[in-house]
């Protein structure tokens, strides 16, 4: 089993350019998210799904867009990127909502100049 | 919503001595609480979790102390060593419905050999 993967892992932006960021998980979770890490704040929640065709916002979700077309991939967008959204990227998946362990992909670091 | 603060942000320990790390959770309503650890250019990784039903719980090396009428939980790691060396996250949650994690700021453990 792969996990969780991401794609690209890394990636330059100019101000106002568009991109999505692919997660895909193979352990057949129903539930998938979306963090931002930056330096000194930790691991801030974007968006997360509960199952295939859900979404709902978490902490920090302006400025992204999320889709769960599929139960194994959950898609991040950003329509036009701004220098404040460069990050380390981080999607998790877990079996259920409660107390269950969050999987990680290795991240995807994301530049906006 | 929860809030979640975590001390110290960086913590440099003698290889052997032992290392301890503590957050403070705002939401009563909390009965979960996984750590995480994470290496460089890798996703966070869950290494010992606590319920609200338990007051320590220990593995190997690591163990973590819940004191819910305070509201804090702490990380201790003894006997440290090299590859100890990580970014620990602490995080809290209800363990049931819908919410998800909340993460501290994390903290940056260095271990001297």
């Known amino acids: 089993n792969a996990g969780v993967t991401q794609t690209p892992k890394f990636r330059v932006l100019k101000t106002g350019q568009s991109m999505t960021l692919l997660c895909a998980q193979d352990?057949?979770?129903?539930?998938m998210y979306w963090y931002r890490q930056d330096p000194g704040m930790g691991l801030r929640l974007i968006h997360y799904?509960?199952?295939?065709?859900?979404?709902a916002k978490g902490e920090v979700p302006d400025g992204y867009n999320v889709s769960r077309l599929k139960k194994q991939n959950f898609l991040l967008g950003l329509e036009s990127a701004a220098p404040s959204q460069t990050s380390v990227y981080f999607c998790?998946?877990?079996?259920?909502?409660?107390?269950?362990?969050?999987?990680f992909g290795p991240g995807t670091r994301l530049t906006v100049l | 919503g929860e809030n979640v603060e975590q001390h110290p942000s960086t913590l440099s320990v003698q290889e052997g001595d032992s290392a301890v790390i503590k957050c403070t959770y705002s939401?009563?309503?909390?009965?979960?609480f996984p750590w995480y650890k994470q290496e460089l250019g890798k996703g966070p990784q869950l290494i010992i979790d606590i319920r609200s039903n338990v007051g320590e719980k220990k593995d190997q090396r690591i163990a973590v102390t819940l004191n819910k009428t305070a509201k804090h939980f702490s990380l201790h790691i003894t006997e440290t060593q090299p590859e100890d060396s990580a970014v620990y996250f602490c995080a809290a949650k209800e363990d049931t419905g819908r919410r998800a994690l909340t993460f501290g700021s994390g903290t940056r453990l260095q271990v001297q050999p």
């Open positions: 352990m057949n979770h129903e539930y």
């Open positions: 799904s509960v199952g295939e065709g859900t979404t």
């Open positions: 939401d009563s309503a909390s009965n979960y």
């Open positions: 998790a998946s877990s079996k259920q909502l409660a107390g269950a362990e969050q999987f």
